[in-house]
């Protein structure tokens, strides 16, 4: 078993999301360290499974390993989460460190980012004593002060609250702190906008290393250019200095537009380099599906 892993959480169709993220991410990983790559999931079709598996083979990255998993079983004990827009599938990363306590370290990522380069270096980022490494909420990083009191509890400065979508964690210390029962207790009561996200700031807080923008780089260039540059120019210019060498793209918006999959032209380099991999995996999932006899066509 590798000392570190990558995990994504996916359900449903956001597995075509997930596939694209992973096949970036294994054609950038240049260390010669083992890498377990574990997708929890629930429910995907055993064709589904088997060809994700193939994706390491398929970039030559012979130090790369990918597994799948059923969800977390205590996560059948959350009987009260309801959250239209964010699926319960959003918190089984909460249970992820106690399901694979055997690793180190576990950097979540998740399945609406593209990979930009080599992402084996955040496993050393997160300072000795913490329990995780995480990149600021552009939003609310850009936007304090005020304090959006409507979505989020009083947080003393919105500079330390991070974005979910990658995470570094200390397994053993992660481990220590937060047992699953706990964990369930409080996902149960989350009545957050964003739940998994701002629980995971309220019980680590003081506890979390702040990496740079660029290992989850969050907005798009009209962001930057016509909020962020009016809202603060000092925090638009760190975060346009460090698009320069963005490793991980999230695209995180709730609107399709601001998506590669939600508009037909391609706005810059990170849509161009997610329709390569979308179509590098459909063209080799294609062939694989009917090399097995998989198709019904």
Request: glycine share 4%; proline share 6%; hydrophobic share 40%.
């Amino acid at each position: 078993m590798a000392k570190n892993a990558v995990v994504y959480t996916v359900s449903g169709p956001h597995i075509l999301l997930c596939a694209t993220s992973i096949a970036s991410l294994i054609d950038h990983y240049q260390s010669e360290a083992s890498l377990d790559i574990l997708v929890v999931t629930e429910g995907e079709l055993d064709a589904d499974v088997a060809l994700l598996r193939e994706l390491p083979d398929f970039y030559q990255k012979p130090q790369v390993h990918l597994f799948v998993w059923q969800k977390p079983p205590i996560t059948s004990e959350l009987k009260h989460y309801d959250n239209a827009r964010f699926g319960q599938v959003t918190l089984w990363r909460l249970f992820v460190p106690a399901y694979f306590p055997n690793y180190e370290q576990l950097l979540m990522i998740d399945n609406d980012t593209i990979i930009m380069a080599d992402i084996s270096p955040l496993f050393s980022l997160n300072r000795p004593g913490n329990v995780m490494a995480a990149v600021p909420d552009f939003y609310y990083y850009t936007l304090n002060p005020p304090v959006d009191q409507n979505v989020l509890p009083d947080f003393s400065s919105m500079k330390a609250y991070f974005n979910s979508g990658v995470l570094v964690i200390n397994v053993a210390l992660y481990n220590e702190l937060f047992k699953p029962e706990m964990l369930v207790e409080r996902a149960d009561q989350a009545n957050y906008q964003y739940p998994d996200q701002t629980l995971l700031n309220l019980l680590t807080a003081g506890k979390v290393t702040l990496l740079p923008f660029r290992y989850n780089f969050q907005k798009d260039d009209d962001w930057l250019t016509h909020w962020a540059e009016q809202t603060d120019p000092a925090v638009a210019a760190d975060m346009t200095a460090e698009r320069q060498h963005v490793v991980i793209r999230h695209f995180l918006s709730n609107l399709y537009g601001y998506r590669p999959w939600g508009h037909l032209a391609v706005m810059d380099e990170f849509e161009a380099a997610f329709w390569q991999y979308f179509s590098q995996t459909r063209e080799f999932f294609t062939t694989e599906t009917k090399r097995r006899g998989l198709n019904h066509y």
